[in-house]
């Protein structure tokens, strides 16, 4: 191993150790911090797991590290069990990287909403790394690259493609646009970086250890942004018991909620009559009603069709408040996602008001009778 070789082995495996363990502890002291607010809503997919299999995943980038140091230039270094043990961190790495995504609330949709598909996923990284072991065998030393790096390459694209979207529309929601620049930047980096252990004639030794290093050390540092802004998100969430609404009339209704800035603000929902009544019946449910009658099945046949209708109560919050970044709602603030496609408003009932004629007129309105049951 050169000198170069040697400085970037025993960079990445301090880095990465360090990364692991400042991600390991933010993640324990999230849970320690704000275990009532995480308890409030168990069942529903959170950045802080997302977290913990973060480090597991720099864990395991530090012990494969160690394991090309300590078997560098013995009779191991090189053999099909050395590089069966790599392939199997590969394999690790990847699965807990895969993990961390799938709780990531702006990572793609089809990998966030469907264990199935993580679980396809995790197949199909497991199928590469056996693939890529049985084409080992077909290598060529002076060949212009390496038969088997090439699914592995391939399944890298697909995960850097993964964590790209999900980095920026995680940093881009929080008003943050200049990070979320920077970790498409560091992703495509990071990919780059693995060319060479494809293609033989771009592996220079130093300026790819370069690449590697800075990609690595970057994408550590926007892993602890994502941390810091979800801690931050937690901090301003607000409390179910801070937050209070009042329906006053057809489309208006009155909300505080004193952590975001908002204080007796009047919305008008105008010609918005769906939205308005949507989140009427959620604060029927959620004031008269007692156990699973609080809540409202979305999906699967049930009252409201699909998520949408609740993305756009928040949105149009948001646009006729005209709250700042900082400021602006998020469907987590208002409703309670309770498991098997149910939700609940996450105001305590005390803190809602409904117009009594208000009330009367929207139950004889609404088709479903189980309103007016709930009411009597």
């Not at 692991?20 to 529903?44: C, D, M, P, Q, T």
């Not at 089809?110 to 396809?120: E, G, H, L, S």
């Not at 697909?158 to 970790?183: D, E, N, P, V």
């Not at 771009?202 to 050390?217: E, M, R, Y």
């Amino acid at each position: 191993m050169s000198e170069v070789s040697l400085f970037y082995a025993l960079t990445h495996i301090f880095i990465s150790l360090i990364g692991g363990v400042l991600l390991f502890a933010i993640w324990y002291n999230i849970r320690k911090r704000f275990i009532h607010l995480l308890e409030e809503n168990e069942s529903e997919k959170r950045i802080d797991k997302g977290l913990l299999f973060l480090s597991l995943a720099l864990f395991v980038w530090a012990i494969s590290g160690c394991w090309v140091y300590i078997n560098n230039g013995n009779s191991f270094f090189g053999t099909i069990g050395y590089t069966a043990v790599l392939n199997l961190f590969s394999v690790l790495n990847n699965i807990f990287l895969l993990f961390a995504l799938s709780y990531f609330y702006y990572a793609p949709k089809f990998i966030y909403q469907n264990k199935r598909n993580v679980r396809i996923l995790a197949v199909v990284i497991v199928v590469v790394s056996i693939a890529t072991a049985i084409l080992s065998n077909y290598d060529q030393t002076d060949g212009y690259f390496k038969i088997s790096a090439i699914p592995d390459l391939v399944l890298s694209a697909f995960l850097s493609l993964l964590l790209m979207i999900s980095l920026y529309q995680t940093f881009m929601k929080r008003g943050l646009a200049i990070i979320a620049i920077i970790s498409v930047l560091v992703t495509a980096m990071l990919f780059v970086s693995q060319l060479p252990e494809v293609f033989n004639s771009l592996n220079d030794g130093f300026i790819n250890n370069l690449i590697k290093l800075i990609s690595k050390v970057s994408l550590i540092t926007l892993f602890m942004v994502l941390a810091t802004t979800w801690v931050i998100r937690l901090a301003n969430m607000p409390k179910p018991n801070e937050v209070t609404i009042a329906f006053l009339d057809w489309s208006m209704i009155k909300i505080s909620i004193p952590s975001k800035g908002i204080f007796n603000e009047v919305v008008d929902f105008e010609s918005k009559t769906t939205q308005y009544k949507n989140l009427l019946k959620f604060a029927i449910r959620r004031k008269f009603g007692q156990g699973n009658t609080q809540t409202i099945q979305i999906g699967n046949g049930g009252e409201l069709s699909n998520q949408t209708y609740l993305s756009r109560i928040i949105d149009n919050m948001n646009e006729i408040l005209k709250l700042d970044q900082l400021q602006k709602l998020e469907r987590r603030d208002i409703f309670t996602f309770i498991g098997e496609g149910n939700y609940r408003l996450r105001i305590t009932p005390e803190n809602i008001t409904i117009d009594t004629t208000l009330l009367n007129e929207a139950v004889q309105s609404f088709e479903n009778k189980e309103y007016n049951q709930l009411c009597n």
